[in-house]
């Protein structure tokens, strides 16, 4: 075509157009994604506080682990409790159990969380072996709820308590054993109990 | 009438073209069991495709009575299979379905890497067909835990504790795909929306991909 100017190099018109359609749609992808990505990882940096439950009254609890023990010391004994659970938006009536021992001295009372730190499976108190067995895959805890062998990588989780009017409560957390969790084998038996105000 | 009706619509969008490339063209002799008895090998991915097809079909009227709410998820599961006419058989294809889409994946595979198909200029293709059986495999995980019951839970439960383990981050991984710090109410809707919603559009793409690049590449000579 006589008269028609070559293509120009470098910065066009077009060149321009399309700039600003590619930045339009990026900002577009944009902005659905930070939202939509940000609910999906929102229950990353989900924290919530822990649940007071009562397990029962002091004098009995005590009582009970006596006599699951001999000679005056106390042993293992399963302290089951209910409570509302609210999981996200729903409300609903659960129970579950915690292993309490009565230990004596200023903080007399150990309650351990009986959730396998391995895959979550209840774990077993065996009074024969003085110690705790999963049934899943057979970790193994001391009375302590110390892992000693087994698949387990983390002790036992163990409850927070206080005592109110002679009752004992214990402070559900949402963690993966509903307990205070142990990083690693020390302090051996942490002492958990909370002071009232 | 039926050529009539064909020529209406070819007159108004050229059918006939695209439907000879996706469904009426002729496939060599070495792979067409009506020739040899032994070719039914090449069959296991075409099955797998229709078994896709029914599940999607099954899944679609499933979820016209299924609630994906941990109160009512395995009450609207047993309501199927108790009250709904056929809904018994509805969910028994679809369990099923889901069985023989893996057993059948996993011929198709073993045909692949057997006849060495995945080689160059395929490996493109093998990638794609790995990422089907990682979308495949996550809707039956998804899927599994639906029904709500004791099973479907503790499977979960297990299932999900394993990217704890992911160093660093395993963590924060657990509580994205849990939707919390605990298997429950957000994880079902969750892996419901994941099933459902996320993992078809996932597998309808890449099975787009992989059709297309089968074209593209042909079918391999003679084992
Ligand atoms: S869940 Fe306890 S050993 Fe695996």
Known sequence: MAGKQPQKAGWTRRDFFNWVLNVTMGVIALLVAVPAVGAAITPAFARSKPIWIRLGLASKLQ?????????????????????TALDHWVKQPASDYAYLRYIGGSCPFYILSPIC????????????????HCPCHGSVYTIDGLNVSGPAPRPLGVFRWKLTNGEVWIAREDTFTGAWERQGESPRRPCLMVKQA | ????????????????PLWR???????????????????FVYCFGGVTFLLIIAQFVTGMFLAMDYVPDITNAYNS?????????????LLSMHNWGSTLIIIMVTLHMLRIYWMGVYKKPRELNWLVGVTLLLIILTFGFTGYLLPWDEKAYFATQVGVSFVQYVPFIGKALFNIIAGGNHI??????????????????LLLSFLG???????????????
């Not at chain 1, 009582?63 to 409570?83: E, F, H």
């Not at chain 2, 429950?184 to 559009?201: E, K």
């Open chain 1, 117 to 132: 730190t391995h895959l979550g499976c209840h774990v077993d108190w065996v009074p024969s072996a003085n110690q705790f």
């Open chain 2, 21 to 39: 490339d996706i469904a009426d063209h002729p496939v060599p002799a070495h792979t067409n069991p009506s020739e040899r008895v032994s070719a």
């Open chain 1, 63 to 83: 009582a009970a682990s006596l006599a699951a023990g001999t000679g005056g010391v106390g042993s293992v004994v399963k302290a089951s409790y209910t409570y």
């Open chain 2, 77 to 89: 599961t047993r309501y199927i299979m108790d009250h709904v006419l056929f809904g018994k058989q």
């Open chain 2, 1 to 16: 009438m039926f050529t009539r009706f064909v020529r209406w619509l070819d007159e108004r969008m050229m059918v006939s």
């Open chain 2, 209 to 223: 991909l992989h059709f297309l690049m089968i074209r593209r590449n042909g079918i391999t000579g003679p084992y």
């Open chain 2, 184 to 201: 429950g109410a957000a994880t079902l809707s969750r892996f419901f929306a994941i099933h459902v919603l996320f993992l078809p559009a």
